[in-house]
């Protein structure tokens, strides 16, 4: 799986979560700045993200990212150290 | 990479959809509920739930049947947010269009306690308490005390009945508790094996007790989690969640919580379902009747016989519980007949069941039958067969019936039929044990193709229209079937070839007739034929057959009394008919004598009736009343 299709899969999940439509969702987007963004929020994407992509993450290093991308770049990693 | 419960396009799409349905003047989509039953996976289905919260009912239902109207509440001991669209989602495809009201996190004692609390002013019918083992246990509890932990959960549930049963008392809401896991990890603090199995000793004390207030308290039920996990293949607790945010179960736990609590909200509106058709050859045994042989089919003994038997077991169990079984079977009711009376490995026998449907007719009008005869709806039903083809059909015909595929190993067909909860109710009664002799009693003229008395009240209400008319083209190959095919209303138990068929349909001295069936229900097509020879002083009936899955509605005695018109108005004074008794063909032999036929003569194997036509007949009308003849001088008359 590519790193863009990761980011869109991503995508689809975070407005899953937050009700935010896909193509407002960037790379770059910051967590906090998406409408609904909430720690409830957050712990629905990481389990939708484990169930998606079979990984399993580090809450502490899941709540360092501030942006999309850089979940994109974590989950690539623990996906690739498997 | 695992793609389990990934939306997936399907997923995708539907979440569009209920999007699309939550704008406030979005158009009804009378499909998308059942589009639901696409989604997997805790995670698109929380959001489908979240989604869901927003849109009314009755705009992603068709308008038939209506869901019932619930409310539910949800307390729990710990963080329990997913838990609500979960729910939403399993009781809207379960048929309920729910209320939900969630107190917040760790308030289950105060609301519960509290009368003008949040949760007692929302007046719940249904309040599901969340509970996790560490409301029980203390947070540094001794593990070389144990003792003094039997003390605690003991006073602690001792605490949970009271506020429960104060709860129930002033509200009248029914209460869902349920049992409670022990973490592993909690389990795993105690290093002695000793200690390790005390302690699961006083757990399940702690789980005793909390089943108890089911029996004691009469509001109360208790769900077995405990249980229903044991063949749950996700962790019960996600520690992180645990840790970071008081989320006591796993997401996937979660779901199996909502899907079993939607099952008990089945069982307290009434949704449960009473009726279990269930097809026999590769359902109730394995192979087939027509083809193996009584001798020949798997039922018993080991694999795969005793998946089959162990079907039996779990039907049976189902009988004693209240839920009525009835055979929906394409097969000949008199080698059934013979299975279900002497194959020595059978659990289920022919008084289990309430109706049987042996025939070769339509399964859909079958199970129809089966409700009219039962006088219940046919959402009352669930339907087992292993046929792709007949679930298909009665999915399509009678949406109201719960279709339950038996596909692929046998050993997976009790689950299939026992997982989802079907027939789940709050509590059996004794009358439950009865149910089935009472209604055996009752409806024994509905033992399908067993009695051919007619019950003229209940046929007139039908609306039954019947038409005869002359072979063609068309329906001859189809006449010719039925005279193969039919055995029990079959004259001269054999049929005429096609060859023959064809002949006498073309000649001017026979006729070859077909007849249809049709009543307010919809139509039967052709359902038999006979064949006539055209004499100077008599027309002789050299065979009449019918299909079995049109006896008992007077249908022989119209189709006889064209017949005799077409005859007499021929000016020929006698009509005779031809019969060969066997085995199996006695219903053929009772219809000529009830007709007023007489005995005149005997060959062989072969008997000979007639019936005086001139001077007017002294046999009984013919026709019943509750019967249009149609178009029947134009066809017969030929």
């Known amino acids: 799986m590519s790193m863009s299709d990761v980011f869109a899969a991503v995508a689809e999940l975070v407005e899953e979560v937050t009700d935010v439509p896909v193509d407002e969702i960037e790379a770059a987007s910051r967590f906090e700045s998406l409408d609904n963004w909430t720690s409830l929020a957050a712990l629905q994407l990481l389990t939708a993200v484990e169930e998606r992509f079979g990984v399993r993450l580090d809450l502490r290093a899941y709540f360092a990212t501030t942006r999309v991308g850089d979940l994109v770049s974590m989950i690539a990693e623990d996906a690739h150290a498997r | ?638």
């Not at chain 2, 009378?30 to 849109?55: H, I, S």
């Not at chain 2, 162990?310 to 007949?337: F, H, I, P, T, Y």
């Not at chain 2, 190993?409 to 089935?436: I, M, N, Y």
């Open chain 2, 1 to 638: 990479m695992i793609d389990e419960g990934r939306p997936g396009d399907a997923g995708k799409h539907i979440l569009a959809r209920i999007r699309r349905a939550r704008m406030p003047d979005a158009a009804p989509d009378p499909t998308l509920l059942d589009a639901l039953a696409e989604l997997t996976g805790a995670a698109a289905l929380a959001t489908a739930g979240r989604l869901l919260a927003r849109v009314p009912a009755e705009r992603i239902v068709a308008a038939r049947p209506r869901l019932r109207p619930l409310r539910v509440a949800v307390s729990g001991t710990f963080t329990a947010e997913n838990v609500p669209p979960l729910l939403r989602v399993q009781l809207l495809r379960a048929g309920i269009a729910p209320e939900i009201h969630v107190t917040g996190f760790d308030q289950l004692a105060v609301q519960l306690s509290d009368p003008d609390s949040a949760l007692a002013r929302f007046r719940p019918d249904l309040t599901l308490c969340l509970l996790h083992d560490r409301s029980f246990l203390p947070p540094a509890w001794d593990p070389t005390a144990l003792q003094g932990v039997r003390e605690v959960l003991g006073d602690r549930l001792a605490a949970l009945d009271r506020a429960v049963a104060g709860f129930a008392e002033r509200t009248s809401s029914i209460v869902l508790l349920h049992t409670v896991p022990l973490s592993a990890t909690e389990h795993r603090k105690v290093i002695g094996y000793e200690g390790k199995a005390l302690l699961g000793r006083i757990w399940r004390e702690l789980n005793c007790g909390l089943l108890e207030l089911a029996e004691s308290r009469p509001l109360v039920h208790t769900l077995d989690l405990e249980t229903i996990l044991v063949d749950h293949p996700a962790p019960v607790r996600d520690d992180r969640l645990y840790r970071f945010a008081a989320m006591a179960w796993s997401p996937a736990v979660e779901l199996r919580y909502a899907e079993e609590a939607a099952k008990f909200a089945r069982a307290v509106v009434g949704l449960a379902r009473k009726v279990l058709v269930l097809d026999l050859d590769n359902t109730l045994w394995g192979g087939v009747l027509g083809d193996d042989g009584p001798t020949g089919i798997q039922v018993g003994g080991q694999y795969p016989g005793n998946c089959y038997t162990e079907l039996q077991r779990s039907a049976a169990a189902l009988r004693q519980q209240g839920v009525l079984l009835a055979v929906c079977s394409k097969n000949d009711q008199s080698v059934v007949d013979d299975v279900l009376a002497h194959h020595p490995e059978l659990t289920l026998r022919a008084d289990d069941f309430v109706a049987q449907a042996v025939n070769w007719g339509r399964k859909d009008h079958n199970v129809r039958e089966i409700a009219r005869g039962l006088n219940i709806g046919v959402d009352s039903i669930v339907f087992a067969d292993d046929s792709r083809f007949e679930c298909d059909l009665i999915r399509q015909q009678l949406p109201e019936v719960e279709v339950v595929h038996l596909a692929g190993d046998p050993a997976g067909h009790v689950p299939a039929l026992l997982e989802a909860g079907r027939f789940d109710v709050l509590t059996t009664t004794a009358t439950d044990r009865e149910r089935t002799r009472m209604y055996r009693a009752r409806s024994e003229r509905h033992r399908f193709a067993a009695s051919f008395a007619s019950a003229a009240d209940y046929l007139s209400g039908l609306g039954l229209r019947v038409a005869v008319r002359p072979a063609n083209d068309f329906s001859l190959p189809r006449l010719v079937q039925l005279g193969r095919r039919t055995n029990q209303f079959n004259l001269i138990g054999a049929a005429h070839s096609e060859a023959r068929t064809r002949a006498m349909a073309t000649s001017p001295d026979h006729l070859v007739l077909g007849f249809e069936v049709a009543d307010r229900f919809g139509e039967e097509g052709i359902v038999g034929a006979v064949w006539v020879a055209k004499h100077p002083d008599h027309w002789l009936i050299e065979n009449f057959v019918m299909s079995c899955r049109v006896f008992s509605r007077g249908v022989e005695q119209a189709v006889l009394s064209a017949i005799v018109d077409g005859a007499a108005g021929a000016g020929v004074p006698t009509l005779g008919a031809v019969y060969r008794p066997g085995e199996r063909n006695r219903p053929a032999g009772e219809f000529l004598d009830g007709a007023g036929f007489v005995r005149a003569d005997e060959a062989g194997h072969l008997v000979r009736y007639d019936l005086p036509l001139l001077p007017a007949p002294s046999a009984p009308v013919l026709l019943p009343d509750w019967i249009v003849l149609e178009g029947k001088g134009d066809h017969v008359h030929v």
